[in-house]
């Protein structure tokens, strides 16, 4: 099964490369660069993860991380940031995040913060759904 990742980052040079990145390591991906509408178009694409940068243009990334939540979201949701203080990165916990990725990154960080929590746990049973 193709593990599906959902983008959401207004600078169209980077939302291109994660695109690029993650489709060359084998996931599907879909992206919006706004933040308004992407509730639904994670209902949609059902995506295994969620890519989220901190600030868009019309809609703060924190809030979308909570709305995502809210509307029963369970998947993981890495953000993506400048930022690295104390005060962001405990935001993006208490609101449901997984994590962050620092802007700028190297391929290989992405990757590897992808694939960390999409990985099964040793011994665990997998039933797909879809």
Same mark, same amino acid.
């Given at each position: ?35 308004? @509408?992407?509730?639904? *178009?994670?209902?949609? $694409?059902? +995506? ?6 901190? =600030?868009? #243009? ?38 449901? @995040?997984?994590?962050? *990725?620092?802007?700028? $990154?190297? +391929? ?6 992808? =694939?960390? #929590? ?13």
């Amino acid at each position: 099964m193709t593990q599906r990742v959902f983008v959401v980052e207004d600078d169209d040079l980077l939302r291109e490369a994660v695109d690029l990145i993650l489709t060359h390591a084998g996931y599907s991906l879909a992206s919006t660069a706004v933040g308004n @509408g992407a509730v639904n *178009l994670v209902a949609r $694409f059902k +995506p295994h993860l969620v890519l989220l940068d901190i =600030r868009l #243009p019309d809609i703060s990334g924190l809030k979308l991380l909570s709305a995502l939540r809210w509307s029963g979201y369970k998947a993981p949701i890495l953000m993506m940031t400048t930022d690295s203080s104390a005060e962001t990165v405990r935001d993006v916990l208490a609101l449901g @995040g997984n994590g962050y *990725l620092l802007k700028p $990154f190297e +391929p290989k960080d992405l990757i590897g913060r992808v =694939r960390a #929590p999409l990985k099964p746990a040793s011994g665990a049973i997998h039933y797909l759904d879809d």
